[in-house]
């Protein structure tokens, strides 16, 4: 889907296999650059590397001028096609430092952080070529200047990405979509990462990881969402740790899904994880004050 004159979208379909038997839907996109070169943004589950490689065809390019890989962090529906680009056409694979450890070792990832049918998501690690930190720009020819922007929340080296010259805004998974399954390490970065990006001007699109593209005050309304779903969800938790403080995680992760009106079905250790930053932050009853 071309999204501006040098961005397309594509939408991946994955599956998490749940240990209950369970089928969970989702998707996650991957987006494309087309400069001098081509810079892929994620690279999605395992074996997606065809359905790019295929659009990329599409548009009369090859995939041999894909010379830039950006993981906007380590988690498996990010980086699951990695190895398989870098493979095939030697492109630079760029991140920040802080997720460099669960994408150049996936089993060390299983270990610390294991999420249902892993191996079925990732196709194996990848070496991480160049660094990115925050403020850096990279230049993809064509007057097109891509801005790291580090958005710590969802995960401790989350990164965002700037697009000036076309008003596009990459989040990655920084931005939880409202109604969805929460899952962050730090409520209080989460929060402010996306008042961070709230405060850019001129956004003409906004281009996540878990929602569909948004436009003109659409992505500032969806940010503004997101930010009183995080306020919410604390709220929840916090209320329900209260009432009874001596609950195990599972039991307090599935009062505050039902306080929220969310299923049961979401009820698994990455939202227990997220529950758990939420105390971590207790002493902060609003967590969008500055």
Not at 7 to 34: C, E, M, T, W
Request: charge should be negative; glycine fraction near 8%.
């Amino acid at each position: 889907m071309k999204i501006t004159e040098h961005v397309h979208a594509l939408k991946i379909p994955f599956q998490i296999n749940d240990p209950s038997g369970l089928n969970i839907q989702r998707f996650v996109y991957v987006f494309l650059i087309f400069g001098r070169r081509i810079c892929v943004i994620d690279s999605g589950v395992a074996n997606s590397e065809k359905i790019i490689f295929e659009y990329i065809k599409i548009l009369g390019r090859n995939p041999q001028d894909i010379s830039l890989l950006i993981l906007t962090h380590s988690h498996p529906d990010h980086i699951g096609a990695a190895a398989a680009i870098k493979k095939a056409t030697d492109c630079v694979v760029a991140a920040h430092g802080a997720e460099i450890a669960w994408i150049q070792d996936i089993e060390l990832q299983v270990k610390e952080r294991p999420v249902p049918g892993f191996y079925s998501l990732v196709g194996g690690s990848v070496n991480v070529d160049r660094l990115l930190e925050d403020r850096d720009c990279l230049d993809l020819g064509e007057g097109l200047g891509l801005h790291v922007i580090h958005t710590p929340g969802h995960s401790k080296g989350s990164i965002s990405l700037w697009l000036p010259h076309e008003g596009v805004l990459f989040s990655g998974d920084s931005i939880p979509l409202s109604g969805d399954m929460p899952i962050y390490e730090d409520v209080l970065d989460s929060a402010k990462s996306i008042q961070k990006l709230k405060s850019i001007s001129g956004i003409r699109v906004l281009l996540s990881s878990w929602d569909d593209p948004q436009e003109g005050g659409l992505s500032y309304n969806t940010m503004d969402g997101s930010l009183r779903y995080i306020q919410r969800i604390h709220e929840a938790v916090i209320k329900n740790h209260y009432k009874d403080p001596t609950p195990n995680s599972m039991d307090l992760c599935r009062s505050t899904l039902r306080e929220l009106g969310l299923p049961d079905t979401m009820a698994n250790p990455l939202v227990v994880r997220s529950f758990q930053a939420n105390l971590k932050a207790a002493d902060r009853l609003d967590l969008l004050k500055s």
